[in-house]
């Protein structure tokens, strides 16, 4: 399969990438500007996600698209717009006859056990409620908009760090999936391993799922 991941150089996008190339997938690694994070086995594109015109000549051609770019403030100095990025990637995506995207989204937007998003819940992080807030409107622009594409938008664990590469996860929809101790937590490696195993084997087409541990 061919794949191109966005935000190649992120914490979740450098993984996704080596999980694709140790498949055996071809993956063109697209960000805004050069770095060393990206996976020498991977052909390195510049481009600019708000922008149709530069997507479009990164994506065409590909089998899949991963969107893995960040809601955090960049080398810009300040955070992209996650809606403007959503609508952006569906314009090219069509554009380059790519019927394929997964984007990797927030888990703000998950519902708790008394069915209240998280975002809405008292308590939510202040330091991280402006990030969570644009996933959920690029959530709801992918629902609404993103008919013509087979997206896939993928809601990691309430908690996501570093850890061990178990390849074992569970899946959920718009609940949080936690564990008999109420904790959230993926690895960013499995949640890479999630990643493509939905671009392998698709379950969640024009849906939103969540994985945990």
């Given amino acids: ?92 995506l069509a554009k380059a006859g790519v019927k394929r995207l997964l984007v990797v989204g927030g888990a703000g937007s998950l519902q708790g056990p008394d069915g209240v998003q998280l975002v809405d819940a008292p308590g939510f992080p202040e330091a991280y409620k402006a990030e969570a807030l644009a996933q959920r409107d690029a959530l709801a622009v992918y629902r609404t908009e993103g008919a013509g594409l087979d997206w896939t938008y993928f809601s990691p664990a309430v908690e996501i760090g570093p850890g061990k590469r178990t390849g074992k996860y569970r899946t959920g929809g718009d609940q949080v999936v936690a564990d008999a101790k109420g904790r959230s937590f993926i690895s960013y490696d499995d949640y890479a391993v999630a990643v493509v195993d939905e671009l392998e084997k698709p379950r969640f087409l024009r849906k939103r799922f969540t994985a945990a541990w």
């Fill in 1 to 92: 399969m061919n794949i191109v991941v966005l935000g190649a150089t992120g914490n979740i996008g450098r993984r996704v990438v080596k999980e694709a190339l140790d498949r055996g997938h071809t993956v063109t690694a697209v960000a805004r500007s050069p770095s060393r994070e990206v996976d020498p086995r991977a052909h390195f594109v510049q481009a600019d996600a708000t922008n149709v015109d530069s997507v479009v000549s990164a994506v065409r051609g590909a089998d899949a698209v991963v969107n893995a770019i960040s809601p955090r403030p960049g080398s810009a100095g300040k955070p992209p717009s996650m809606v403007t990025v959503a609508r952006t990637l569906l314009s090219a």
